[in-house]
């Protein structure tokens, strides 16, 4: 399975710089992984290559222009391929992990629309049906910062990108559960010892140890999570028992 990817974007070359490294070079050049990044300036008309204007009724910042992005689509649909099309927005739906796995099935060929400024005119909505999803409750610079994180969130859950596949399973959020501690070389330092049980070799045991603090650190840290979480009965008692040891 290949996970095809349009980027529109005003600069490029920040895209490029993060694509052409680590996972994601290696993902492209092992074709599991299409990216073509676009650059909405050229597809404006005029000789400054000016693909944002001042927002009609006032205002501060400037706002990004229609048109470009419209001449951008008409270009990618002439291939005939099917695309799924993705505005990044501070307004839009919470991108998650369910999110990127979802991504990650669809054969469709995704396109990310980077905003930018104060926004992207609104007729745009005209050109395509774009889905309008943010990466967290805050603003950035651009969009390239939040269109790179869905990108690199989702491109490593399609088979074969990661070395080994289980890595995409036994981390956070997956089972909306956080990740267990990890640990390395050496087994001591500064008088602090690895857990005993990782070094037992006793594989049941290691799964179990893991599947308990997983359990922990999550109700530590998201307790929310544990409401969607898969957690038997007797797990939910053994977490109640502990915060009652912790509060007496």
């Not at 099917?82 to 990650?104: Q, V």
């Not at 980077?114 to 805050?138: F, K, L, M, N, Q």
Request: charged residues 30%; glycine residues 8%.
């Amino acid at each position: 399975m290949t996970m095809r990817c349009d980027i529109l974007t005003l600069f490029p070359e920040m895209i490029r710089s993060v694509i052409g490294t680590s996972i994601l070079a290696r993902a492209q050049e092992q074709g599991r992984l299409d990216v073509r990044v676009v650059d909405l300036r050229d597809y404006t008309v005029d000789r400054h290559r000016t693909a944002d204007d001042a927002p009609y009724g006032g205002g501060v910042g400037m706002v990004l222009k229609v048109e470009p992005i419209a001449r951008a689509v008409d270009a990618l649909n002439a291939d005939g391929e099917p695309r799924r099309w993705i505005s990044t927005s501070p307004r839009g739906r919470r991108f998650s992990h369910e999110t990127a796995g979802e991504w990650s099935r669809d054969p469709r060929r995704l396109v990310l629309l980077c905003g930018h400024y104060e926004g992207i005119d609104d007729r745009i909505g005209a050109v395509a049906p774009w889905e309008e999803v943010s990466i967290g409750d805050y603003v950035l610079t651009g969009g390239e910062l939040a269109a790179l994180v869905m990108l690199d969130a989702t491109a490593r859950l399609v088979p074969g990108v990661l070395g080994d596949p289980s890595s995409a399973v036994e981390e956070s959020f997956v089972d909306s559960l956080l990740e267990y501690p990890q640990y390395t070389r050496p087994a001591e330092f500064r008088g602090l010892r690895v857990p005993d049980v990782l070094l037992s070799g006793h594989h049941a045991a290691i799964r179990a140890w893991r599947r308990e603090q997983a359990l922990c650190e999550t109700r530590r840290r998201r307790p929310d999570l544990l409401e969607r979480a898969a957690v038997s009965e007797d797990e939910r008692r053994r977490l109640e028992a502990l915060d009652e040891r912790v509060s007496s």
